[in-house]
Structure formats: C-alpha cells, structure tokens
C-alpha cells in the first residue's frame, strides 16, 4: 500500500464516508474527535492532579480531627474520673486492736419491726382446713390444736380496688 506521501494529488479515498477499519465511521469525524481529545487529555491530567491534592489535604484534616477526637477523650475520661472517685480501700487495722466483726444487716437487736398497717376492712375470709398429714415427716394422726393461726393477704388490684382476704 502507497503512503500518503506518494499518492498523487487527485486521489480520492473510496471508504471516507464508511471506513471498514473504522466500523463504519467516516473519517473526517473520527479525525475531529481525535483533535479534541488531545486538547481534553491535559485537562484531564489537571484534574487528576487537583483530585489528587484534595485527596492529601483531607487526609492530613482527618489525621488532625482524629488527634483532637483522641486528646477530648483523654480529658473527658480524666474529668469523669475526677468527679467519681473511685473507693479508696478500708484502712488496714492494726495488729494490736482484735479486728471488729462485721455489723448485721437490719435494724438494731430489740427494735420493733415494721409492718404494713393491718387493712380496716376484709372483704373475703377462706377457710383452709389443717393438713390429715404432716408435711415435713408425712407422719398421720395429727392432733387438732385449740389455736387458730390467722394470715391477711393483700391483693393490690389498681382496678377497681384493693381487695383483702383473711
């Protein structure tokens, strides 16, 4: 095939409408966006470069944010630890004195206790008769018992009120 160079000057191509090699651009289209794209490849590249240097510049911001973030949480926690002090261990006793031992939960050896007010009014009363035989042995005969042992239950029902049985 001749180079351009050598064809002579009255030479028309036969393909400039539908080249074959350019899937049926024609040629003349295919040279103008060649042209542009050349002018658009620098442009590209700059912005390449621009991304590139936002991309620095909010990765150097997140570094800073990040040791700020770690620096607030740091006083944070030393503040916290300031306003709730921990429990400093009891003092050690001292060998001499006999070591105290450890009061009892509850109120005081001889206090009355406290109890619930006993209702005014019983609304219901259930007699349970006693047992044919002993629970903890399971022995029978049992003996009756002139005493009678009585329990007040309080059902706390919101609505429509509070109900009592003996």
């Known amino acids: 095939?001749?180079?351009?160079?050598?064809?002579?000057?009255?030479?028309?191509?036969?393909?400039?409408?539908?080249?074959?090699?350019?899937?049926?651009?024609?040629?003349?289209?295919?040279?103008?966006?060649?042209?542009?794209?050349?002018?658009?490849?620098?442009?590209?590249?700059?912005?390449?470069?621009?991304?590139?240097?936002?991309?620095?510049?909010?990765?150097?911001?997140?570094?800073?944010?990040?040791?700020?973030?770690?620096?607030?949480?740091?006083?944070?926690?030393?503040?916290?630890?300031?306003?709730?002090k921990g429990r400093k261990a009891p003092a050690a006793a001292t060998p001499e004195e006999p070591s105290p031992l450890p009061k009892k939960r509850g109120a005081p050896v001889g206090h009355p206790p406290w109890q619930r007010p006993a209702p005014r009014q019983i609304d219901q009363v259930v007699k349970v008769p006693a047992p044919k035989r002993c629970p903890h042995c399971h022995r029978d005969g049992l003996q009756a018992v002139a005493q009678v042992h009585e329990h007040v239950q309080e059902d706390i029902v919101l609505q429509p009120r509070t109900v009592a049985v003996c």
């Not at 000057?9 to 050349?38: D, I």
């Open 1 to 84: 095939m001749p180079r351009f160079s050598e064809l002579d000057e009255a030479f028309v191509c036969q393909y400039r409408q539908s080249c074959p090699y350019l899937e049926g651009l024609p040629t003349r289209w295919v040279w103008q966006r060649y042209q542009e794209a050349a002018g658009l490849e620098c442009q590209y590249e700059y912005q390449l470069k621009e991304l590139d240097r936002q991309l620095d510049q909010a990765r150097s911001r997140i570094g800073q944010l990040e040791r700020q973030v770690q620096e607030l949480q740091a006083q944070n926690q030393a503040l916290h630890r300031r306003q709730f």
